[in-house]
């Protein structure tokens, strides 16, 4: 296949079901959400998840939406999601809609809320792991909220382009860019210059089955360095 021409756009607000499609495309690989979402894969919820996302995102002000397109095709195969932290900003999990704390619980600790369709234990995990992906709370910042490439179309410097704009931006504007990693994506980000600070593990095994081969999931958060 001969490698295609493309070009990186803004999203458009006609683009975000394709954008939502493409998050949940991203992230259907994930051993973890095999067991965060009820009814596995019950990708009608799921996409209606990531749609209520990707709008969000698409409508914050701080927060930059790019999509890659195939030239030739004009198809979208792929985008990326830069987003400002303010200094003042509240840290991952705060404010936020199924993450917000509903009120005191016991020994004066906060109960999460769960919406429907998430398993109650694994999406409490989730939210109390989030945090320490977070490496630069009360620090403005760039993060890299989303980058994803169809398979076709990566090991052809797409993915690294699009990191390289981020690091761009960040120099320009003289702050630093992080980035919550999964392990699929741990050792692009290493090539690409950045540097693990902090790192939470999710020993997925406590609801998995016996012996089907579930263990621990690890999430970095890392910054880039020159």
């Not at 495309?25 to 959400?33: D, G, H, T, V, Y």
């Not at 996302?53 to 195969?77: H, L, M, P, R, Y």
């Not at 009360?138 to 990191?163: A, C, E, K, N």
Request: hydrophobic share 40%.
């Amino acid at each position: 296949m001969a490698t295609p021409n493309i070009s990186i756009h803004p999203l458009l607000p006609s683009d975000l079901p394709k954008h939502a499609s493409l998050l949940l495309s991203s992230k259907l690989a994930l051993s973890i959400n095999r067991l965060l979402f009820k009814n596995w894969p019950n990708e009608p919820f799921q996409l209606a998840n990531y749609t209520k996302a990707a709008e969000s995102g698409f409508n914050d002000k701080d927060s930059e939406t790019w999509k890659v397109i195939d030239d030739g095709t004009e198809e979208i195969v792929g985008h990326f999601v830069l987003s400002r932290k303010r200094g003042e900003d509240v840290g991952v999990g705060e404010g936020k809609e199924g993450e917000e704390e509903k009120g005191e619980g016991e020994k004066g600790k906060k109960d999460i809320k769960v919406p429907e369709g998430f398993n109650e234990e694994v999406f409490k995990a989730v939210v109390k792991l989030a945090p320490k992906m977070d490496t630069l709370i009360g620090v403005d910042h760039f993060v890299i909220t989303h980058v994803y490439i169809q398979p076709l179309y990566r090991r052809r410097g797409i993915g690294s382009q699009l990191i390289h704009m981020a690091i761009e931006k960040s120099e320009k504007e003289g702050i630093p860019l992080s980035v919550g990693v999964e392990p699929e994506a741990h050792e692009f980000f290493l090539k690409m210059g950045f540097k693990d600070r902090t790192l939470g593990d999710m020993d997925l095994s406590a609801w998995a089955p016996a012996f089907s081969g579930y263990g621990v999931f690890r999430l970095w958060g890392m910054v880039f360095e020159k």
